[in-house]
């Protein structure tokens, strides 16, 4: 089974700043990993997939990157809704996979 | 509109068993591989299992595998998952949720989910 590992656990910025947001696998995923949004009381929702593409509606802001075992999430300007918890998930091989996920708080 | 509407939870003891539903509407359901995903109290996502569009691949995390079974009915565009054996460690709300494409990738469309709670 392939171990995603995100870090930082939690993230504390301001409104207007820049996250930066990492995942890492255990072992190659290639690019076959996607990033989720989950707000409190909501499900998840689909961010970014196959590292770098963004799913229908998703703002520009939200850009993603990497290969291989390393993977980056960025956030280019926080906006008040962009506040919530982040999951990477992987389907590079079985099982399908998620990271333990990544706070992003206002400071 | 596109729409995944989960049901089936509820409380129950452990060693029994539950089964989950999943109606969804709004998209051509035989198209798309499904998958269960849930989430502990307070915890992050499991990915459980998934199947794709013509069942013709199925996967489980190991930890249901041989206790849960997916399955899915294109006919009444309904996804399932029975659960046997339930442990407290499957205390968790379980969310449905429709795949990007018909093989086993990411998931873009999630329901409201569906809560088990394991417990004497």
């Known amino acids: 089974e392939i171990v995603l590992t995100q870090s930082p656990a939690t993230l504390s910025l301001s409104p207007g700043e820049r996250a930066t947001l990492s995942c890492r696998a255990s072992q190659s995923v290639s690019r076959h990993l996607a990033w989720y949004q989950q707000k409190p009381g909501q499900a998840p929702r689909l961010l970014i997939y196959d590292a770098s593409n963004r799913a229908t509606g998703i703002p520009a802001r939200f850009s993603g990157s990497g290969s291989g075992t390393d993977f980056t999430l960025t956030i280019s300007s926080l906006e008040p809704e962009d506040f919530a918890v982040y999951y990477c998930q992987q389907r590079n091989s079985w099982p399908l996979t998620f990271g333990g996920g990544t706070k992003v708080e206002i400071k | 509109e596109v729409q995944l509407v989960e049901s089936g939870g509820g409380l129950v003891q452990p060693g029994r068993s539950l089964r989950l539903s999943c109606v969804a509407s709004?998209?051509?359901?035989?198209?798309?591989?499904m998958h269960w995903v849930r989430q502990a109290p307070g915890k992050g996502l499991e990915w459980v299992s998934g199947?794709?569009?013509?069942?013709?691949?199925?996967g489980y995390a190991d930890s249901v595998k041989g206790r849960f079974t997916i399955s899915r009915d294109n006919a009444k565009t309904s996804l399932y998952l029975q659960m046997n054996s339930l442990g407290a460690e499957d205390t968790a709300l379980y969310y449905c949720?429709?795949?990007?494409?018909?093989?086993?990738?990411?998931?873009?469309?999630w329901g409201k989910g569906t809560t088990v709670t394991v417990s004497s």
């Open positions: 949720a429709k795949d990007t494409g018909n093989s086993l990738h990411y998931m873009d469309v």
């Open positions: 709004g998209f051509t359901f035989d198209h798309y591989a």
């Open positions: 199947i794709t569009w013509n069942s013709g691949y199925i």
